[in-house]
DNA sequence: GTAGCATGGTTACGAATCGTTACTGAGGAA
DNA sequence: TTCCTCAGTAACGATTCGTAACCATGCTAC
């Protein structure tokens, strides 16, 4: 997304910098996205194809599913290797680093399962807050 | 943001269904961008203003911070308290559930921070395959 | 007294992104 | 023949994002 991308100095260490703040910032820009985290914990099982992938996450379209994928694939997150025969068969896979991260997204994901009923339950409580004006 | 959540069928009990994914998968996008993730992990230390808060983020404009502030509120991740004197005086904090939700956050800041490093030498790497097309 | 600043927003508008639909082109099944 | 699958891409409208301006209020400087 955004490319501009300026190495900052460390002024003092052990301080906690303004510079790692822009860069976690930078790289949570990368990486938080609907799609990215959904399909990272897609391929988590294992390597899947173009079209498996769609239909395992459901209401993607394929655009969507395509350029993420291809954000992933220059992250390093996942890899895409091609069969040239017909059809043609995309294979994409976690590497490492993909693997790597598919902790701290199963951690996210596994809180979100564990406390929807908390969110829901908060929203339905902002929703009569809200309608009590 | 979505608001229209078809329950689906359970073809086959036994087998991961469909719902739990769907609603992963809702949760997700309803957490998983950029500035939620940000104001949150700001909020860590302690409450603030909504001008210290701008400034803790540094380039979010008013506009996203107070429409994603009242999303996360709206989903009890933060509490608004005003306090009516001139200039007045709007604070926001964590919730417990924010504060529950802090740790996979965190897990995921942490994550980034670590490997920064790591994505940027893939990024680097896929920007000399693609120049070599 | 009035010009500027801060506070916590809202509104308007252009820009960027997202999602839906249609299409590719080769092969296999009906 | 017609339809389907594979892995996408192109066009286009809808939605969202970000920038800039504005709001009311009170404080301070001039």
Redesign the interface.
């Known amino acids: 997304m955004n490319e501009t991308v300026q190495e900052g100095t460390f002024p003092s260490p052990g301080h906690h910098d303004e510079t ?6 930078q ?8 799609w990215s ?2 399909i990272i ?1 897609t391929l988590g099982p294992g390597p899947m194809r173009f079209n498996a992938l769609k239909r395992g ?3 993607i379209s394929q655009k969507m599913l395509a350029s993420t994928l291809r954000d992933l ?5 996942v890899s895409r290797t091609v069969t040239p025969v017909t059809p043609p068969q995309v294979e994409y896979a976690l ?1 490492d ?1 993909g693997r ?2 598919l ?3 199963q ?7 564990a ?2 009923a ?2 829901e ?3 339905a ?2 929703r009569l807050r809200v309608a009590a004006e």
Chains 1, 2 share one sequence.
């Open positions: 790692a703040c822009a860069r976690i910032s790289m949570l820009a990368r990486i938080s996205d609907k985290l959904l914990r996450i459901g209401d694939e220059e992250n390093g997150f590497t680093l790597d991260f902790v701290p997204v951690g996210l994901a596994e809180w979100t399962m406390n929807s908390r969110i339950a908060a929203r409580i902002y």
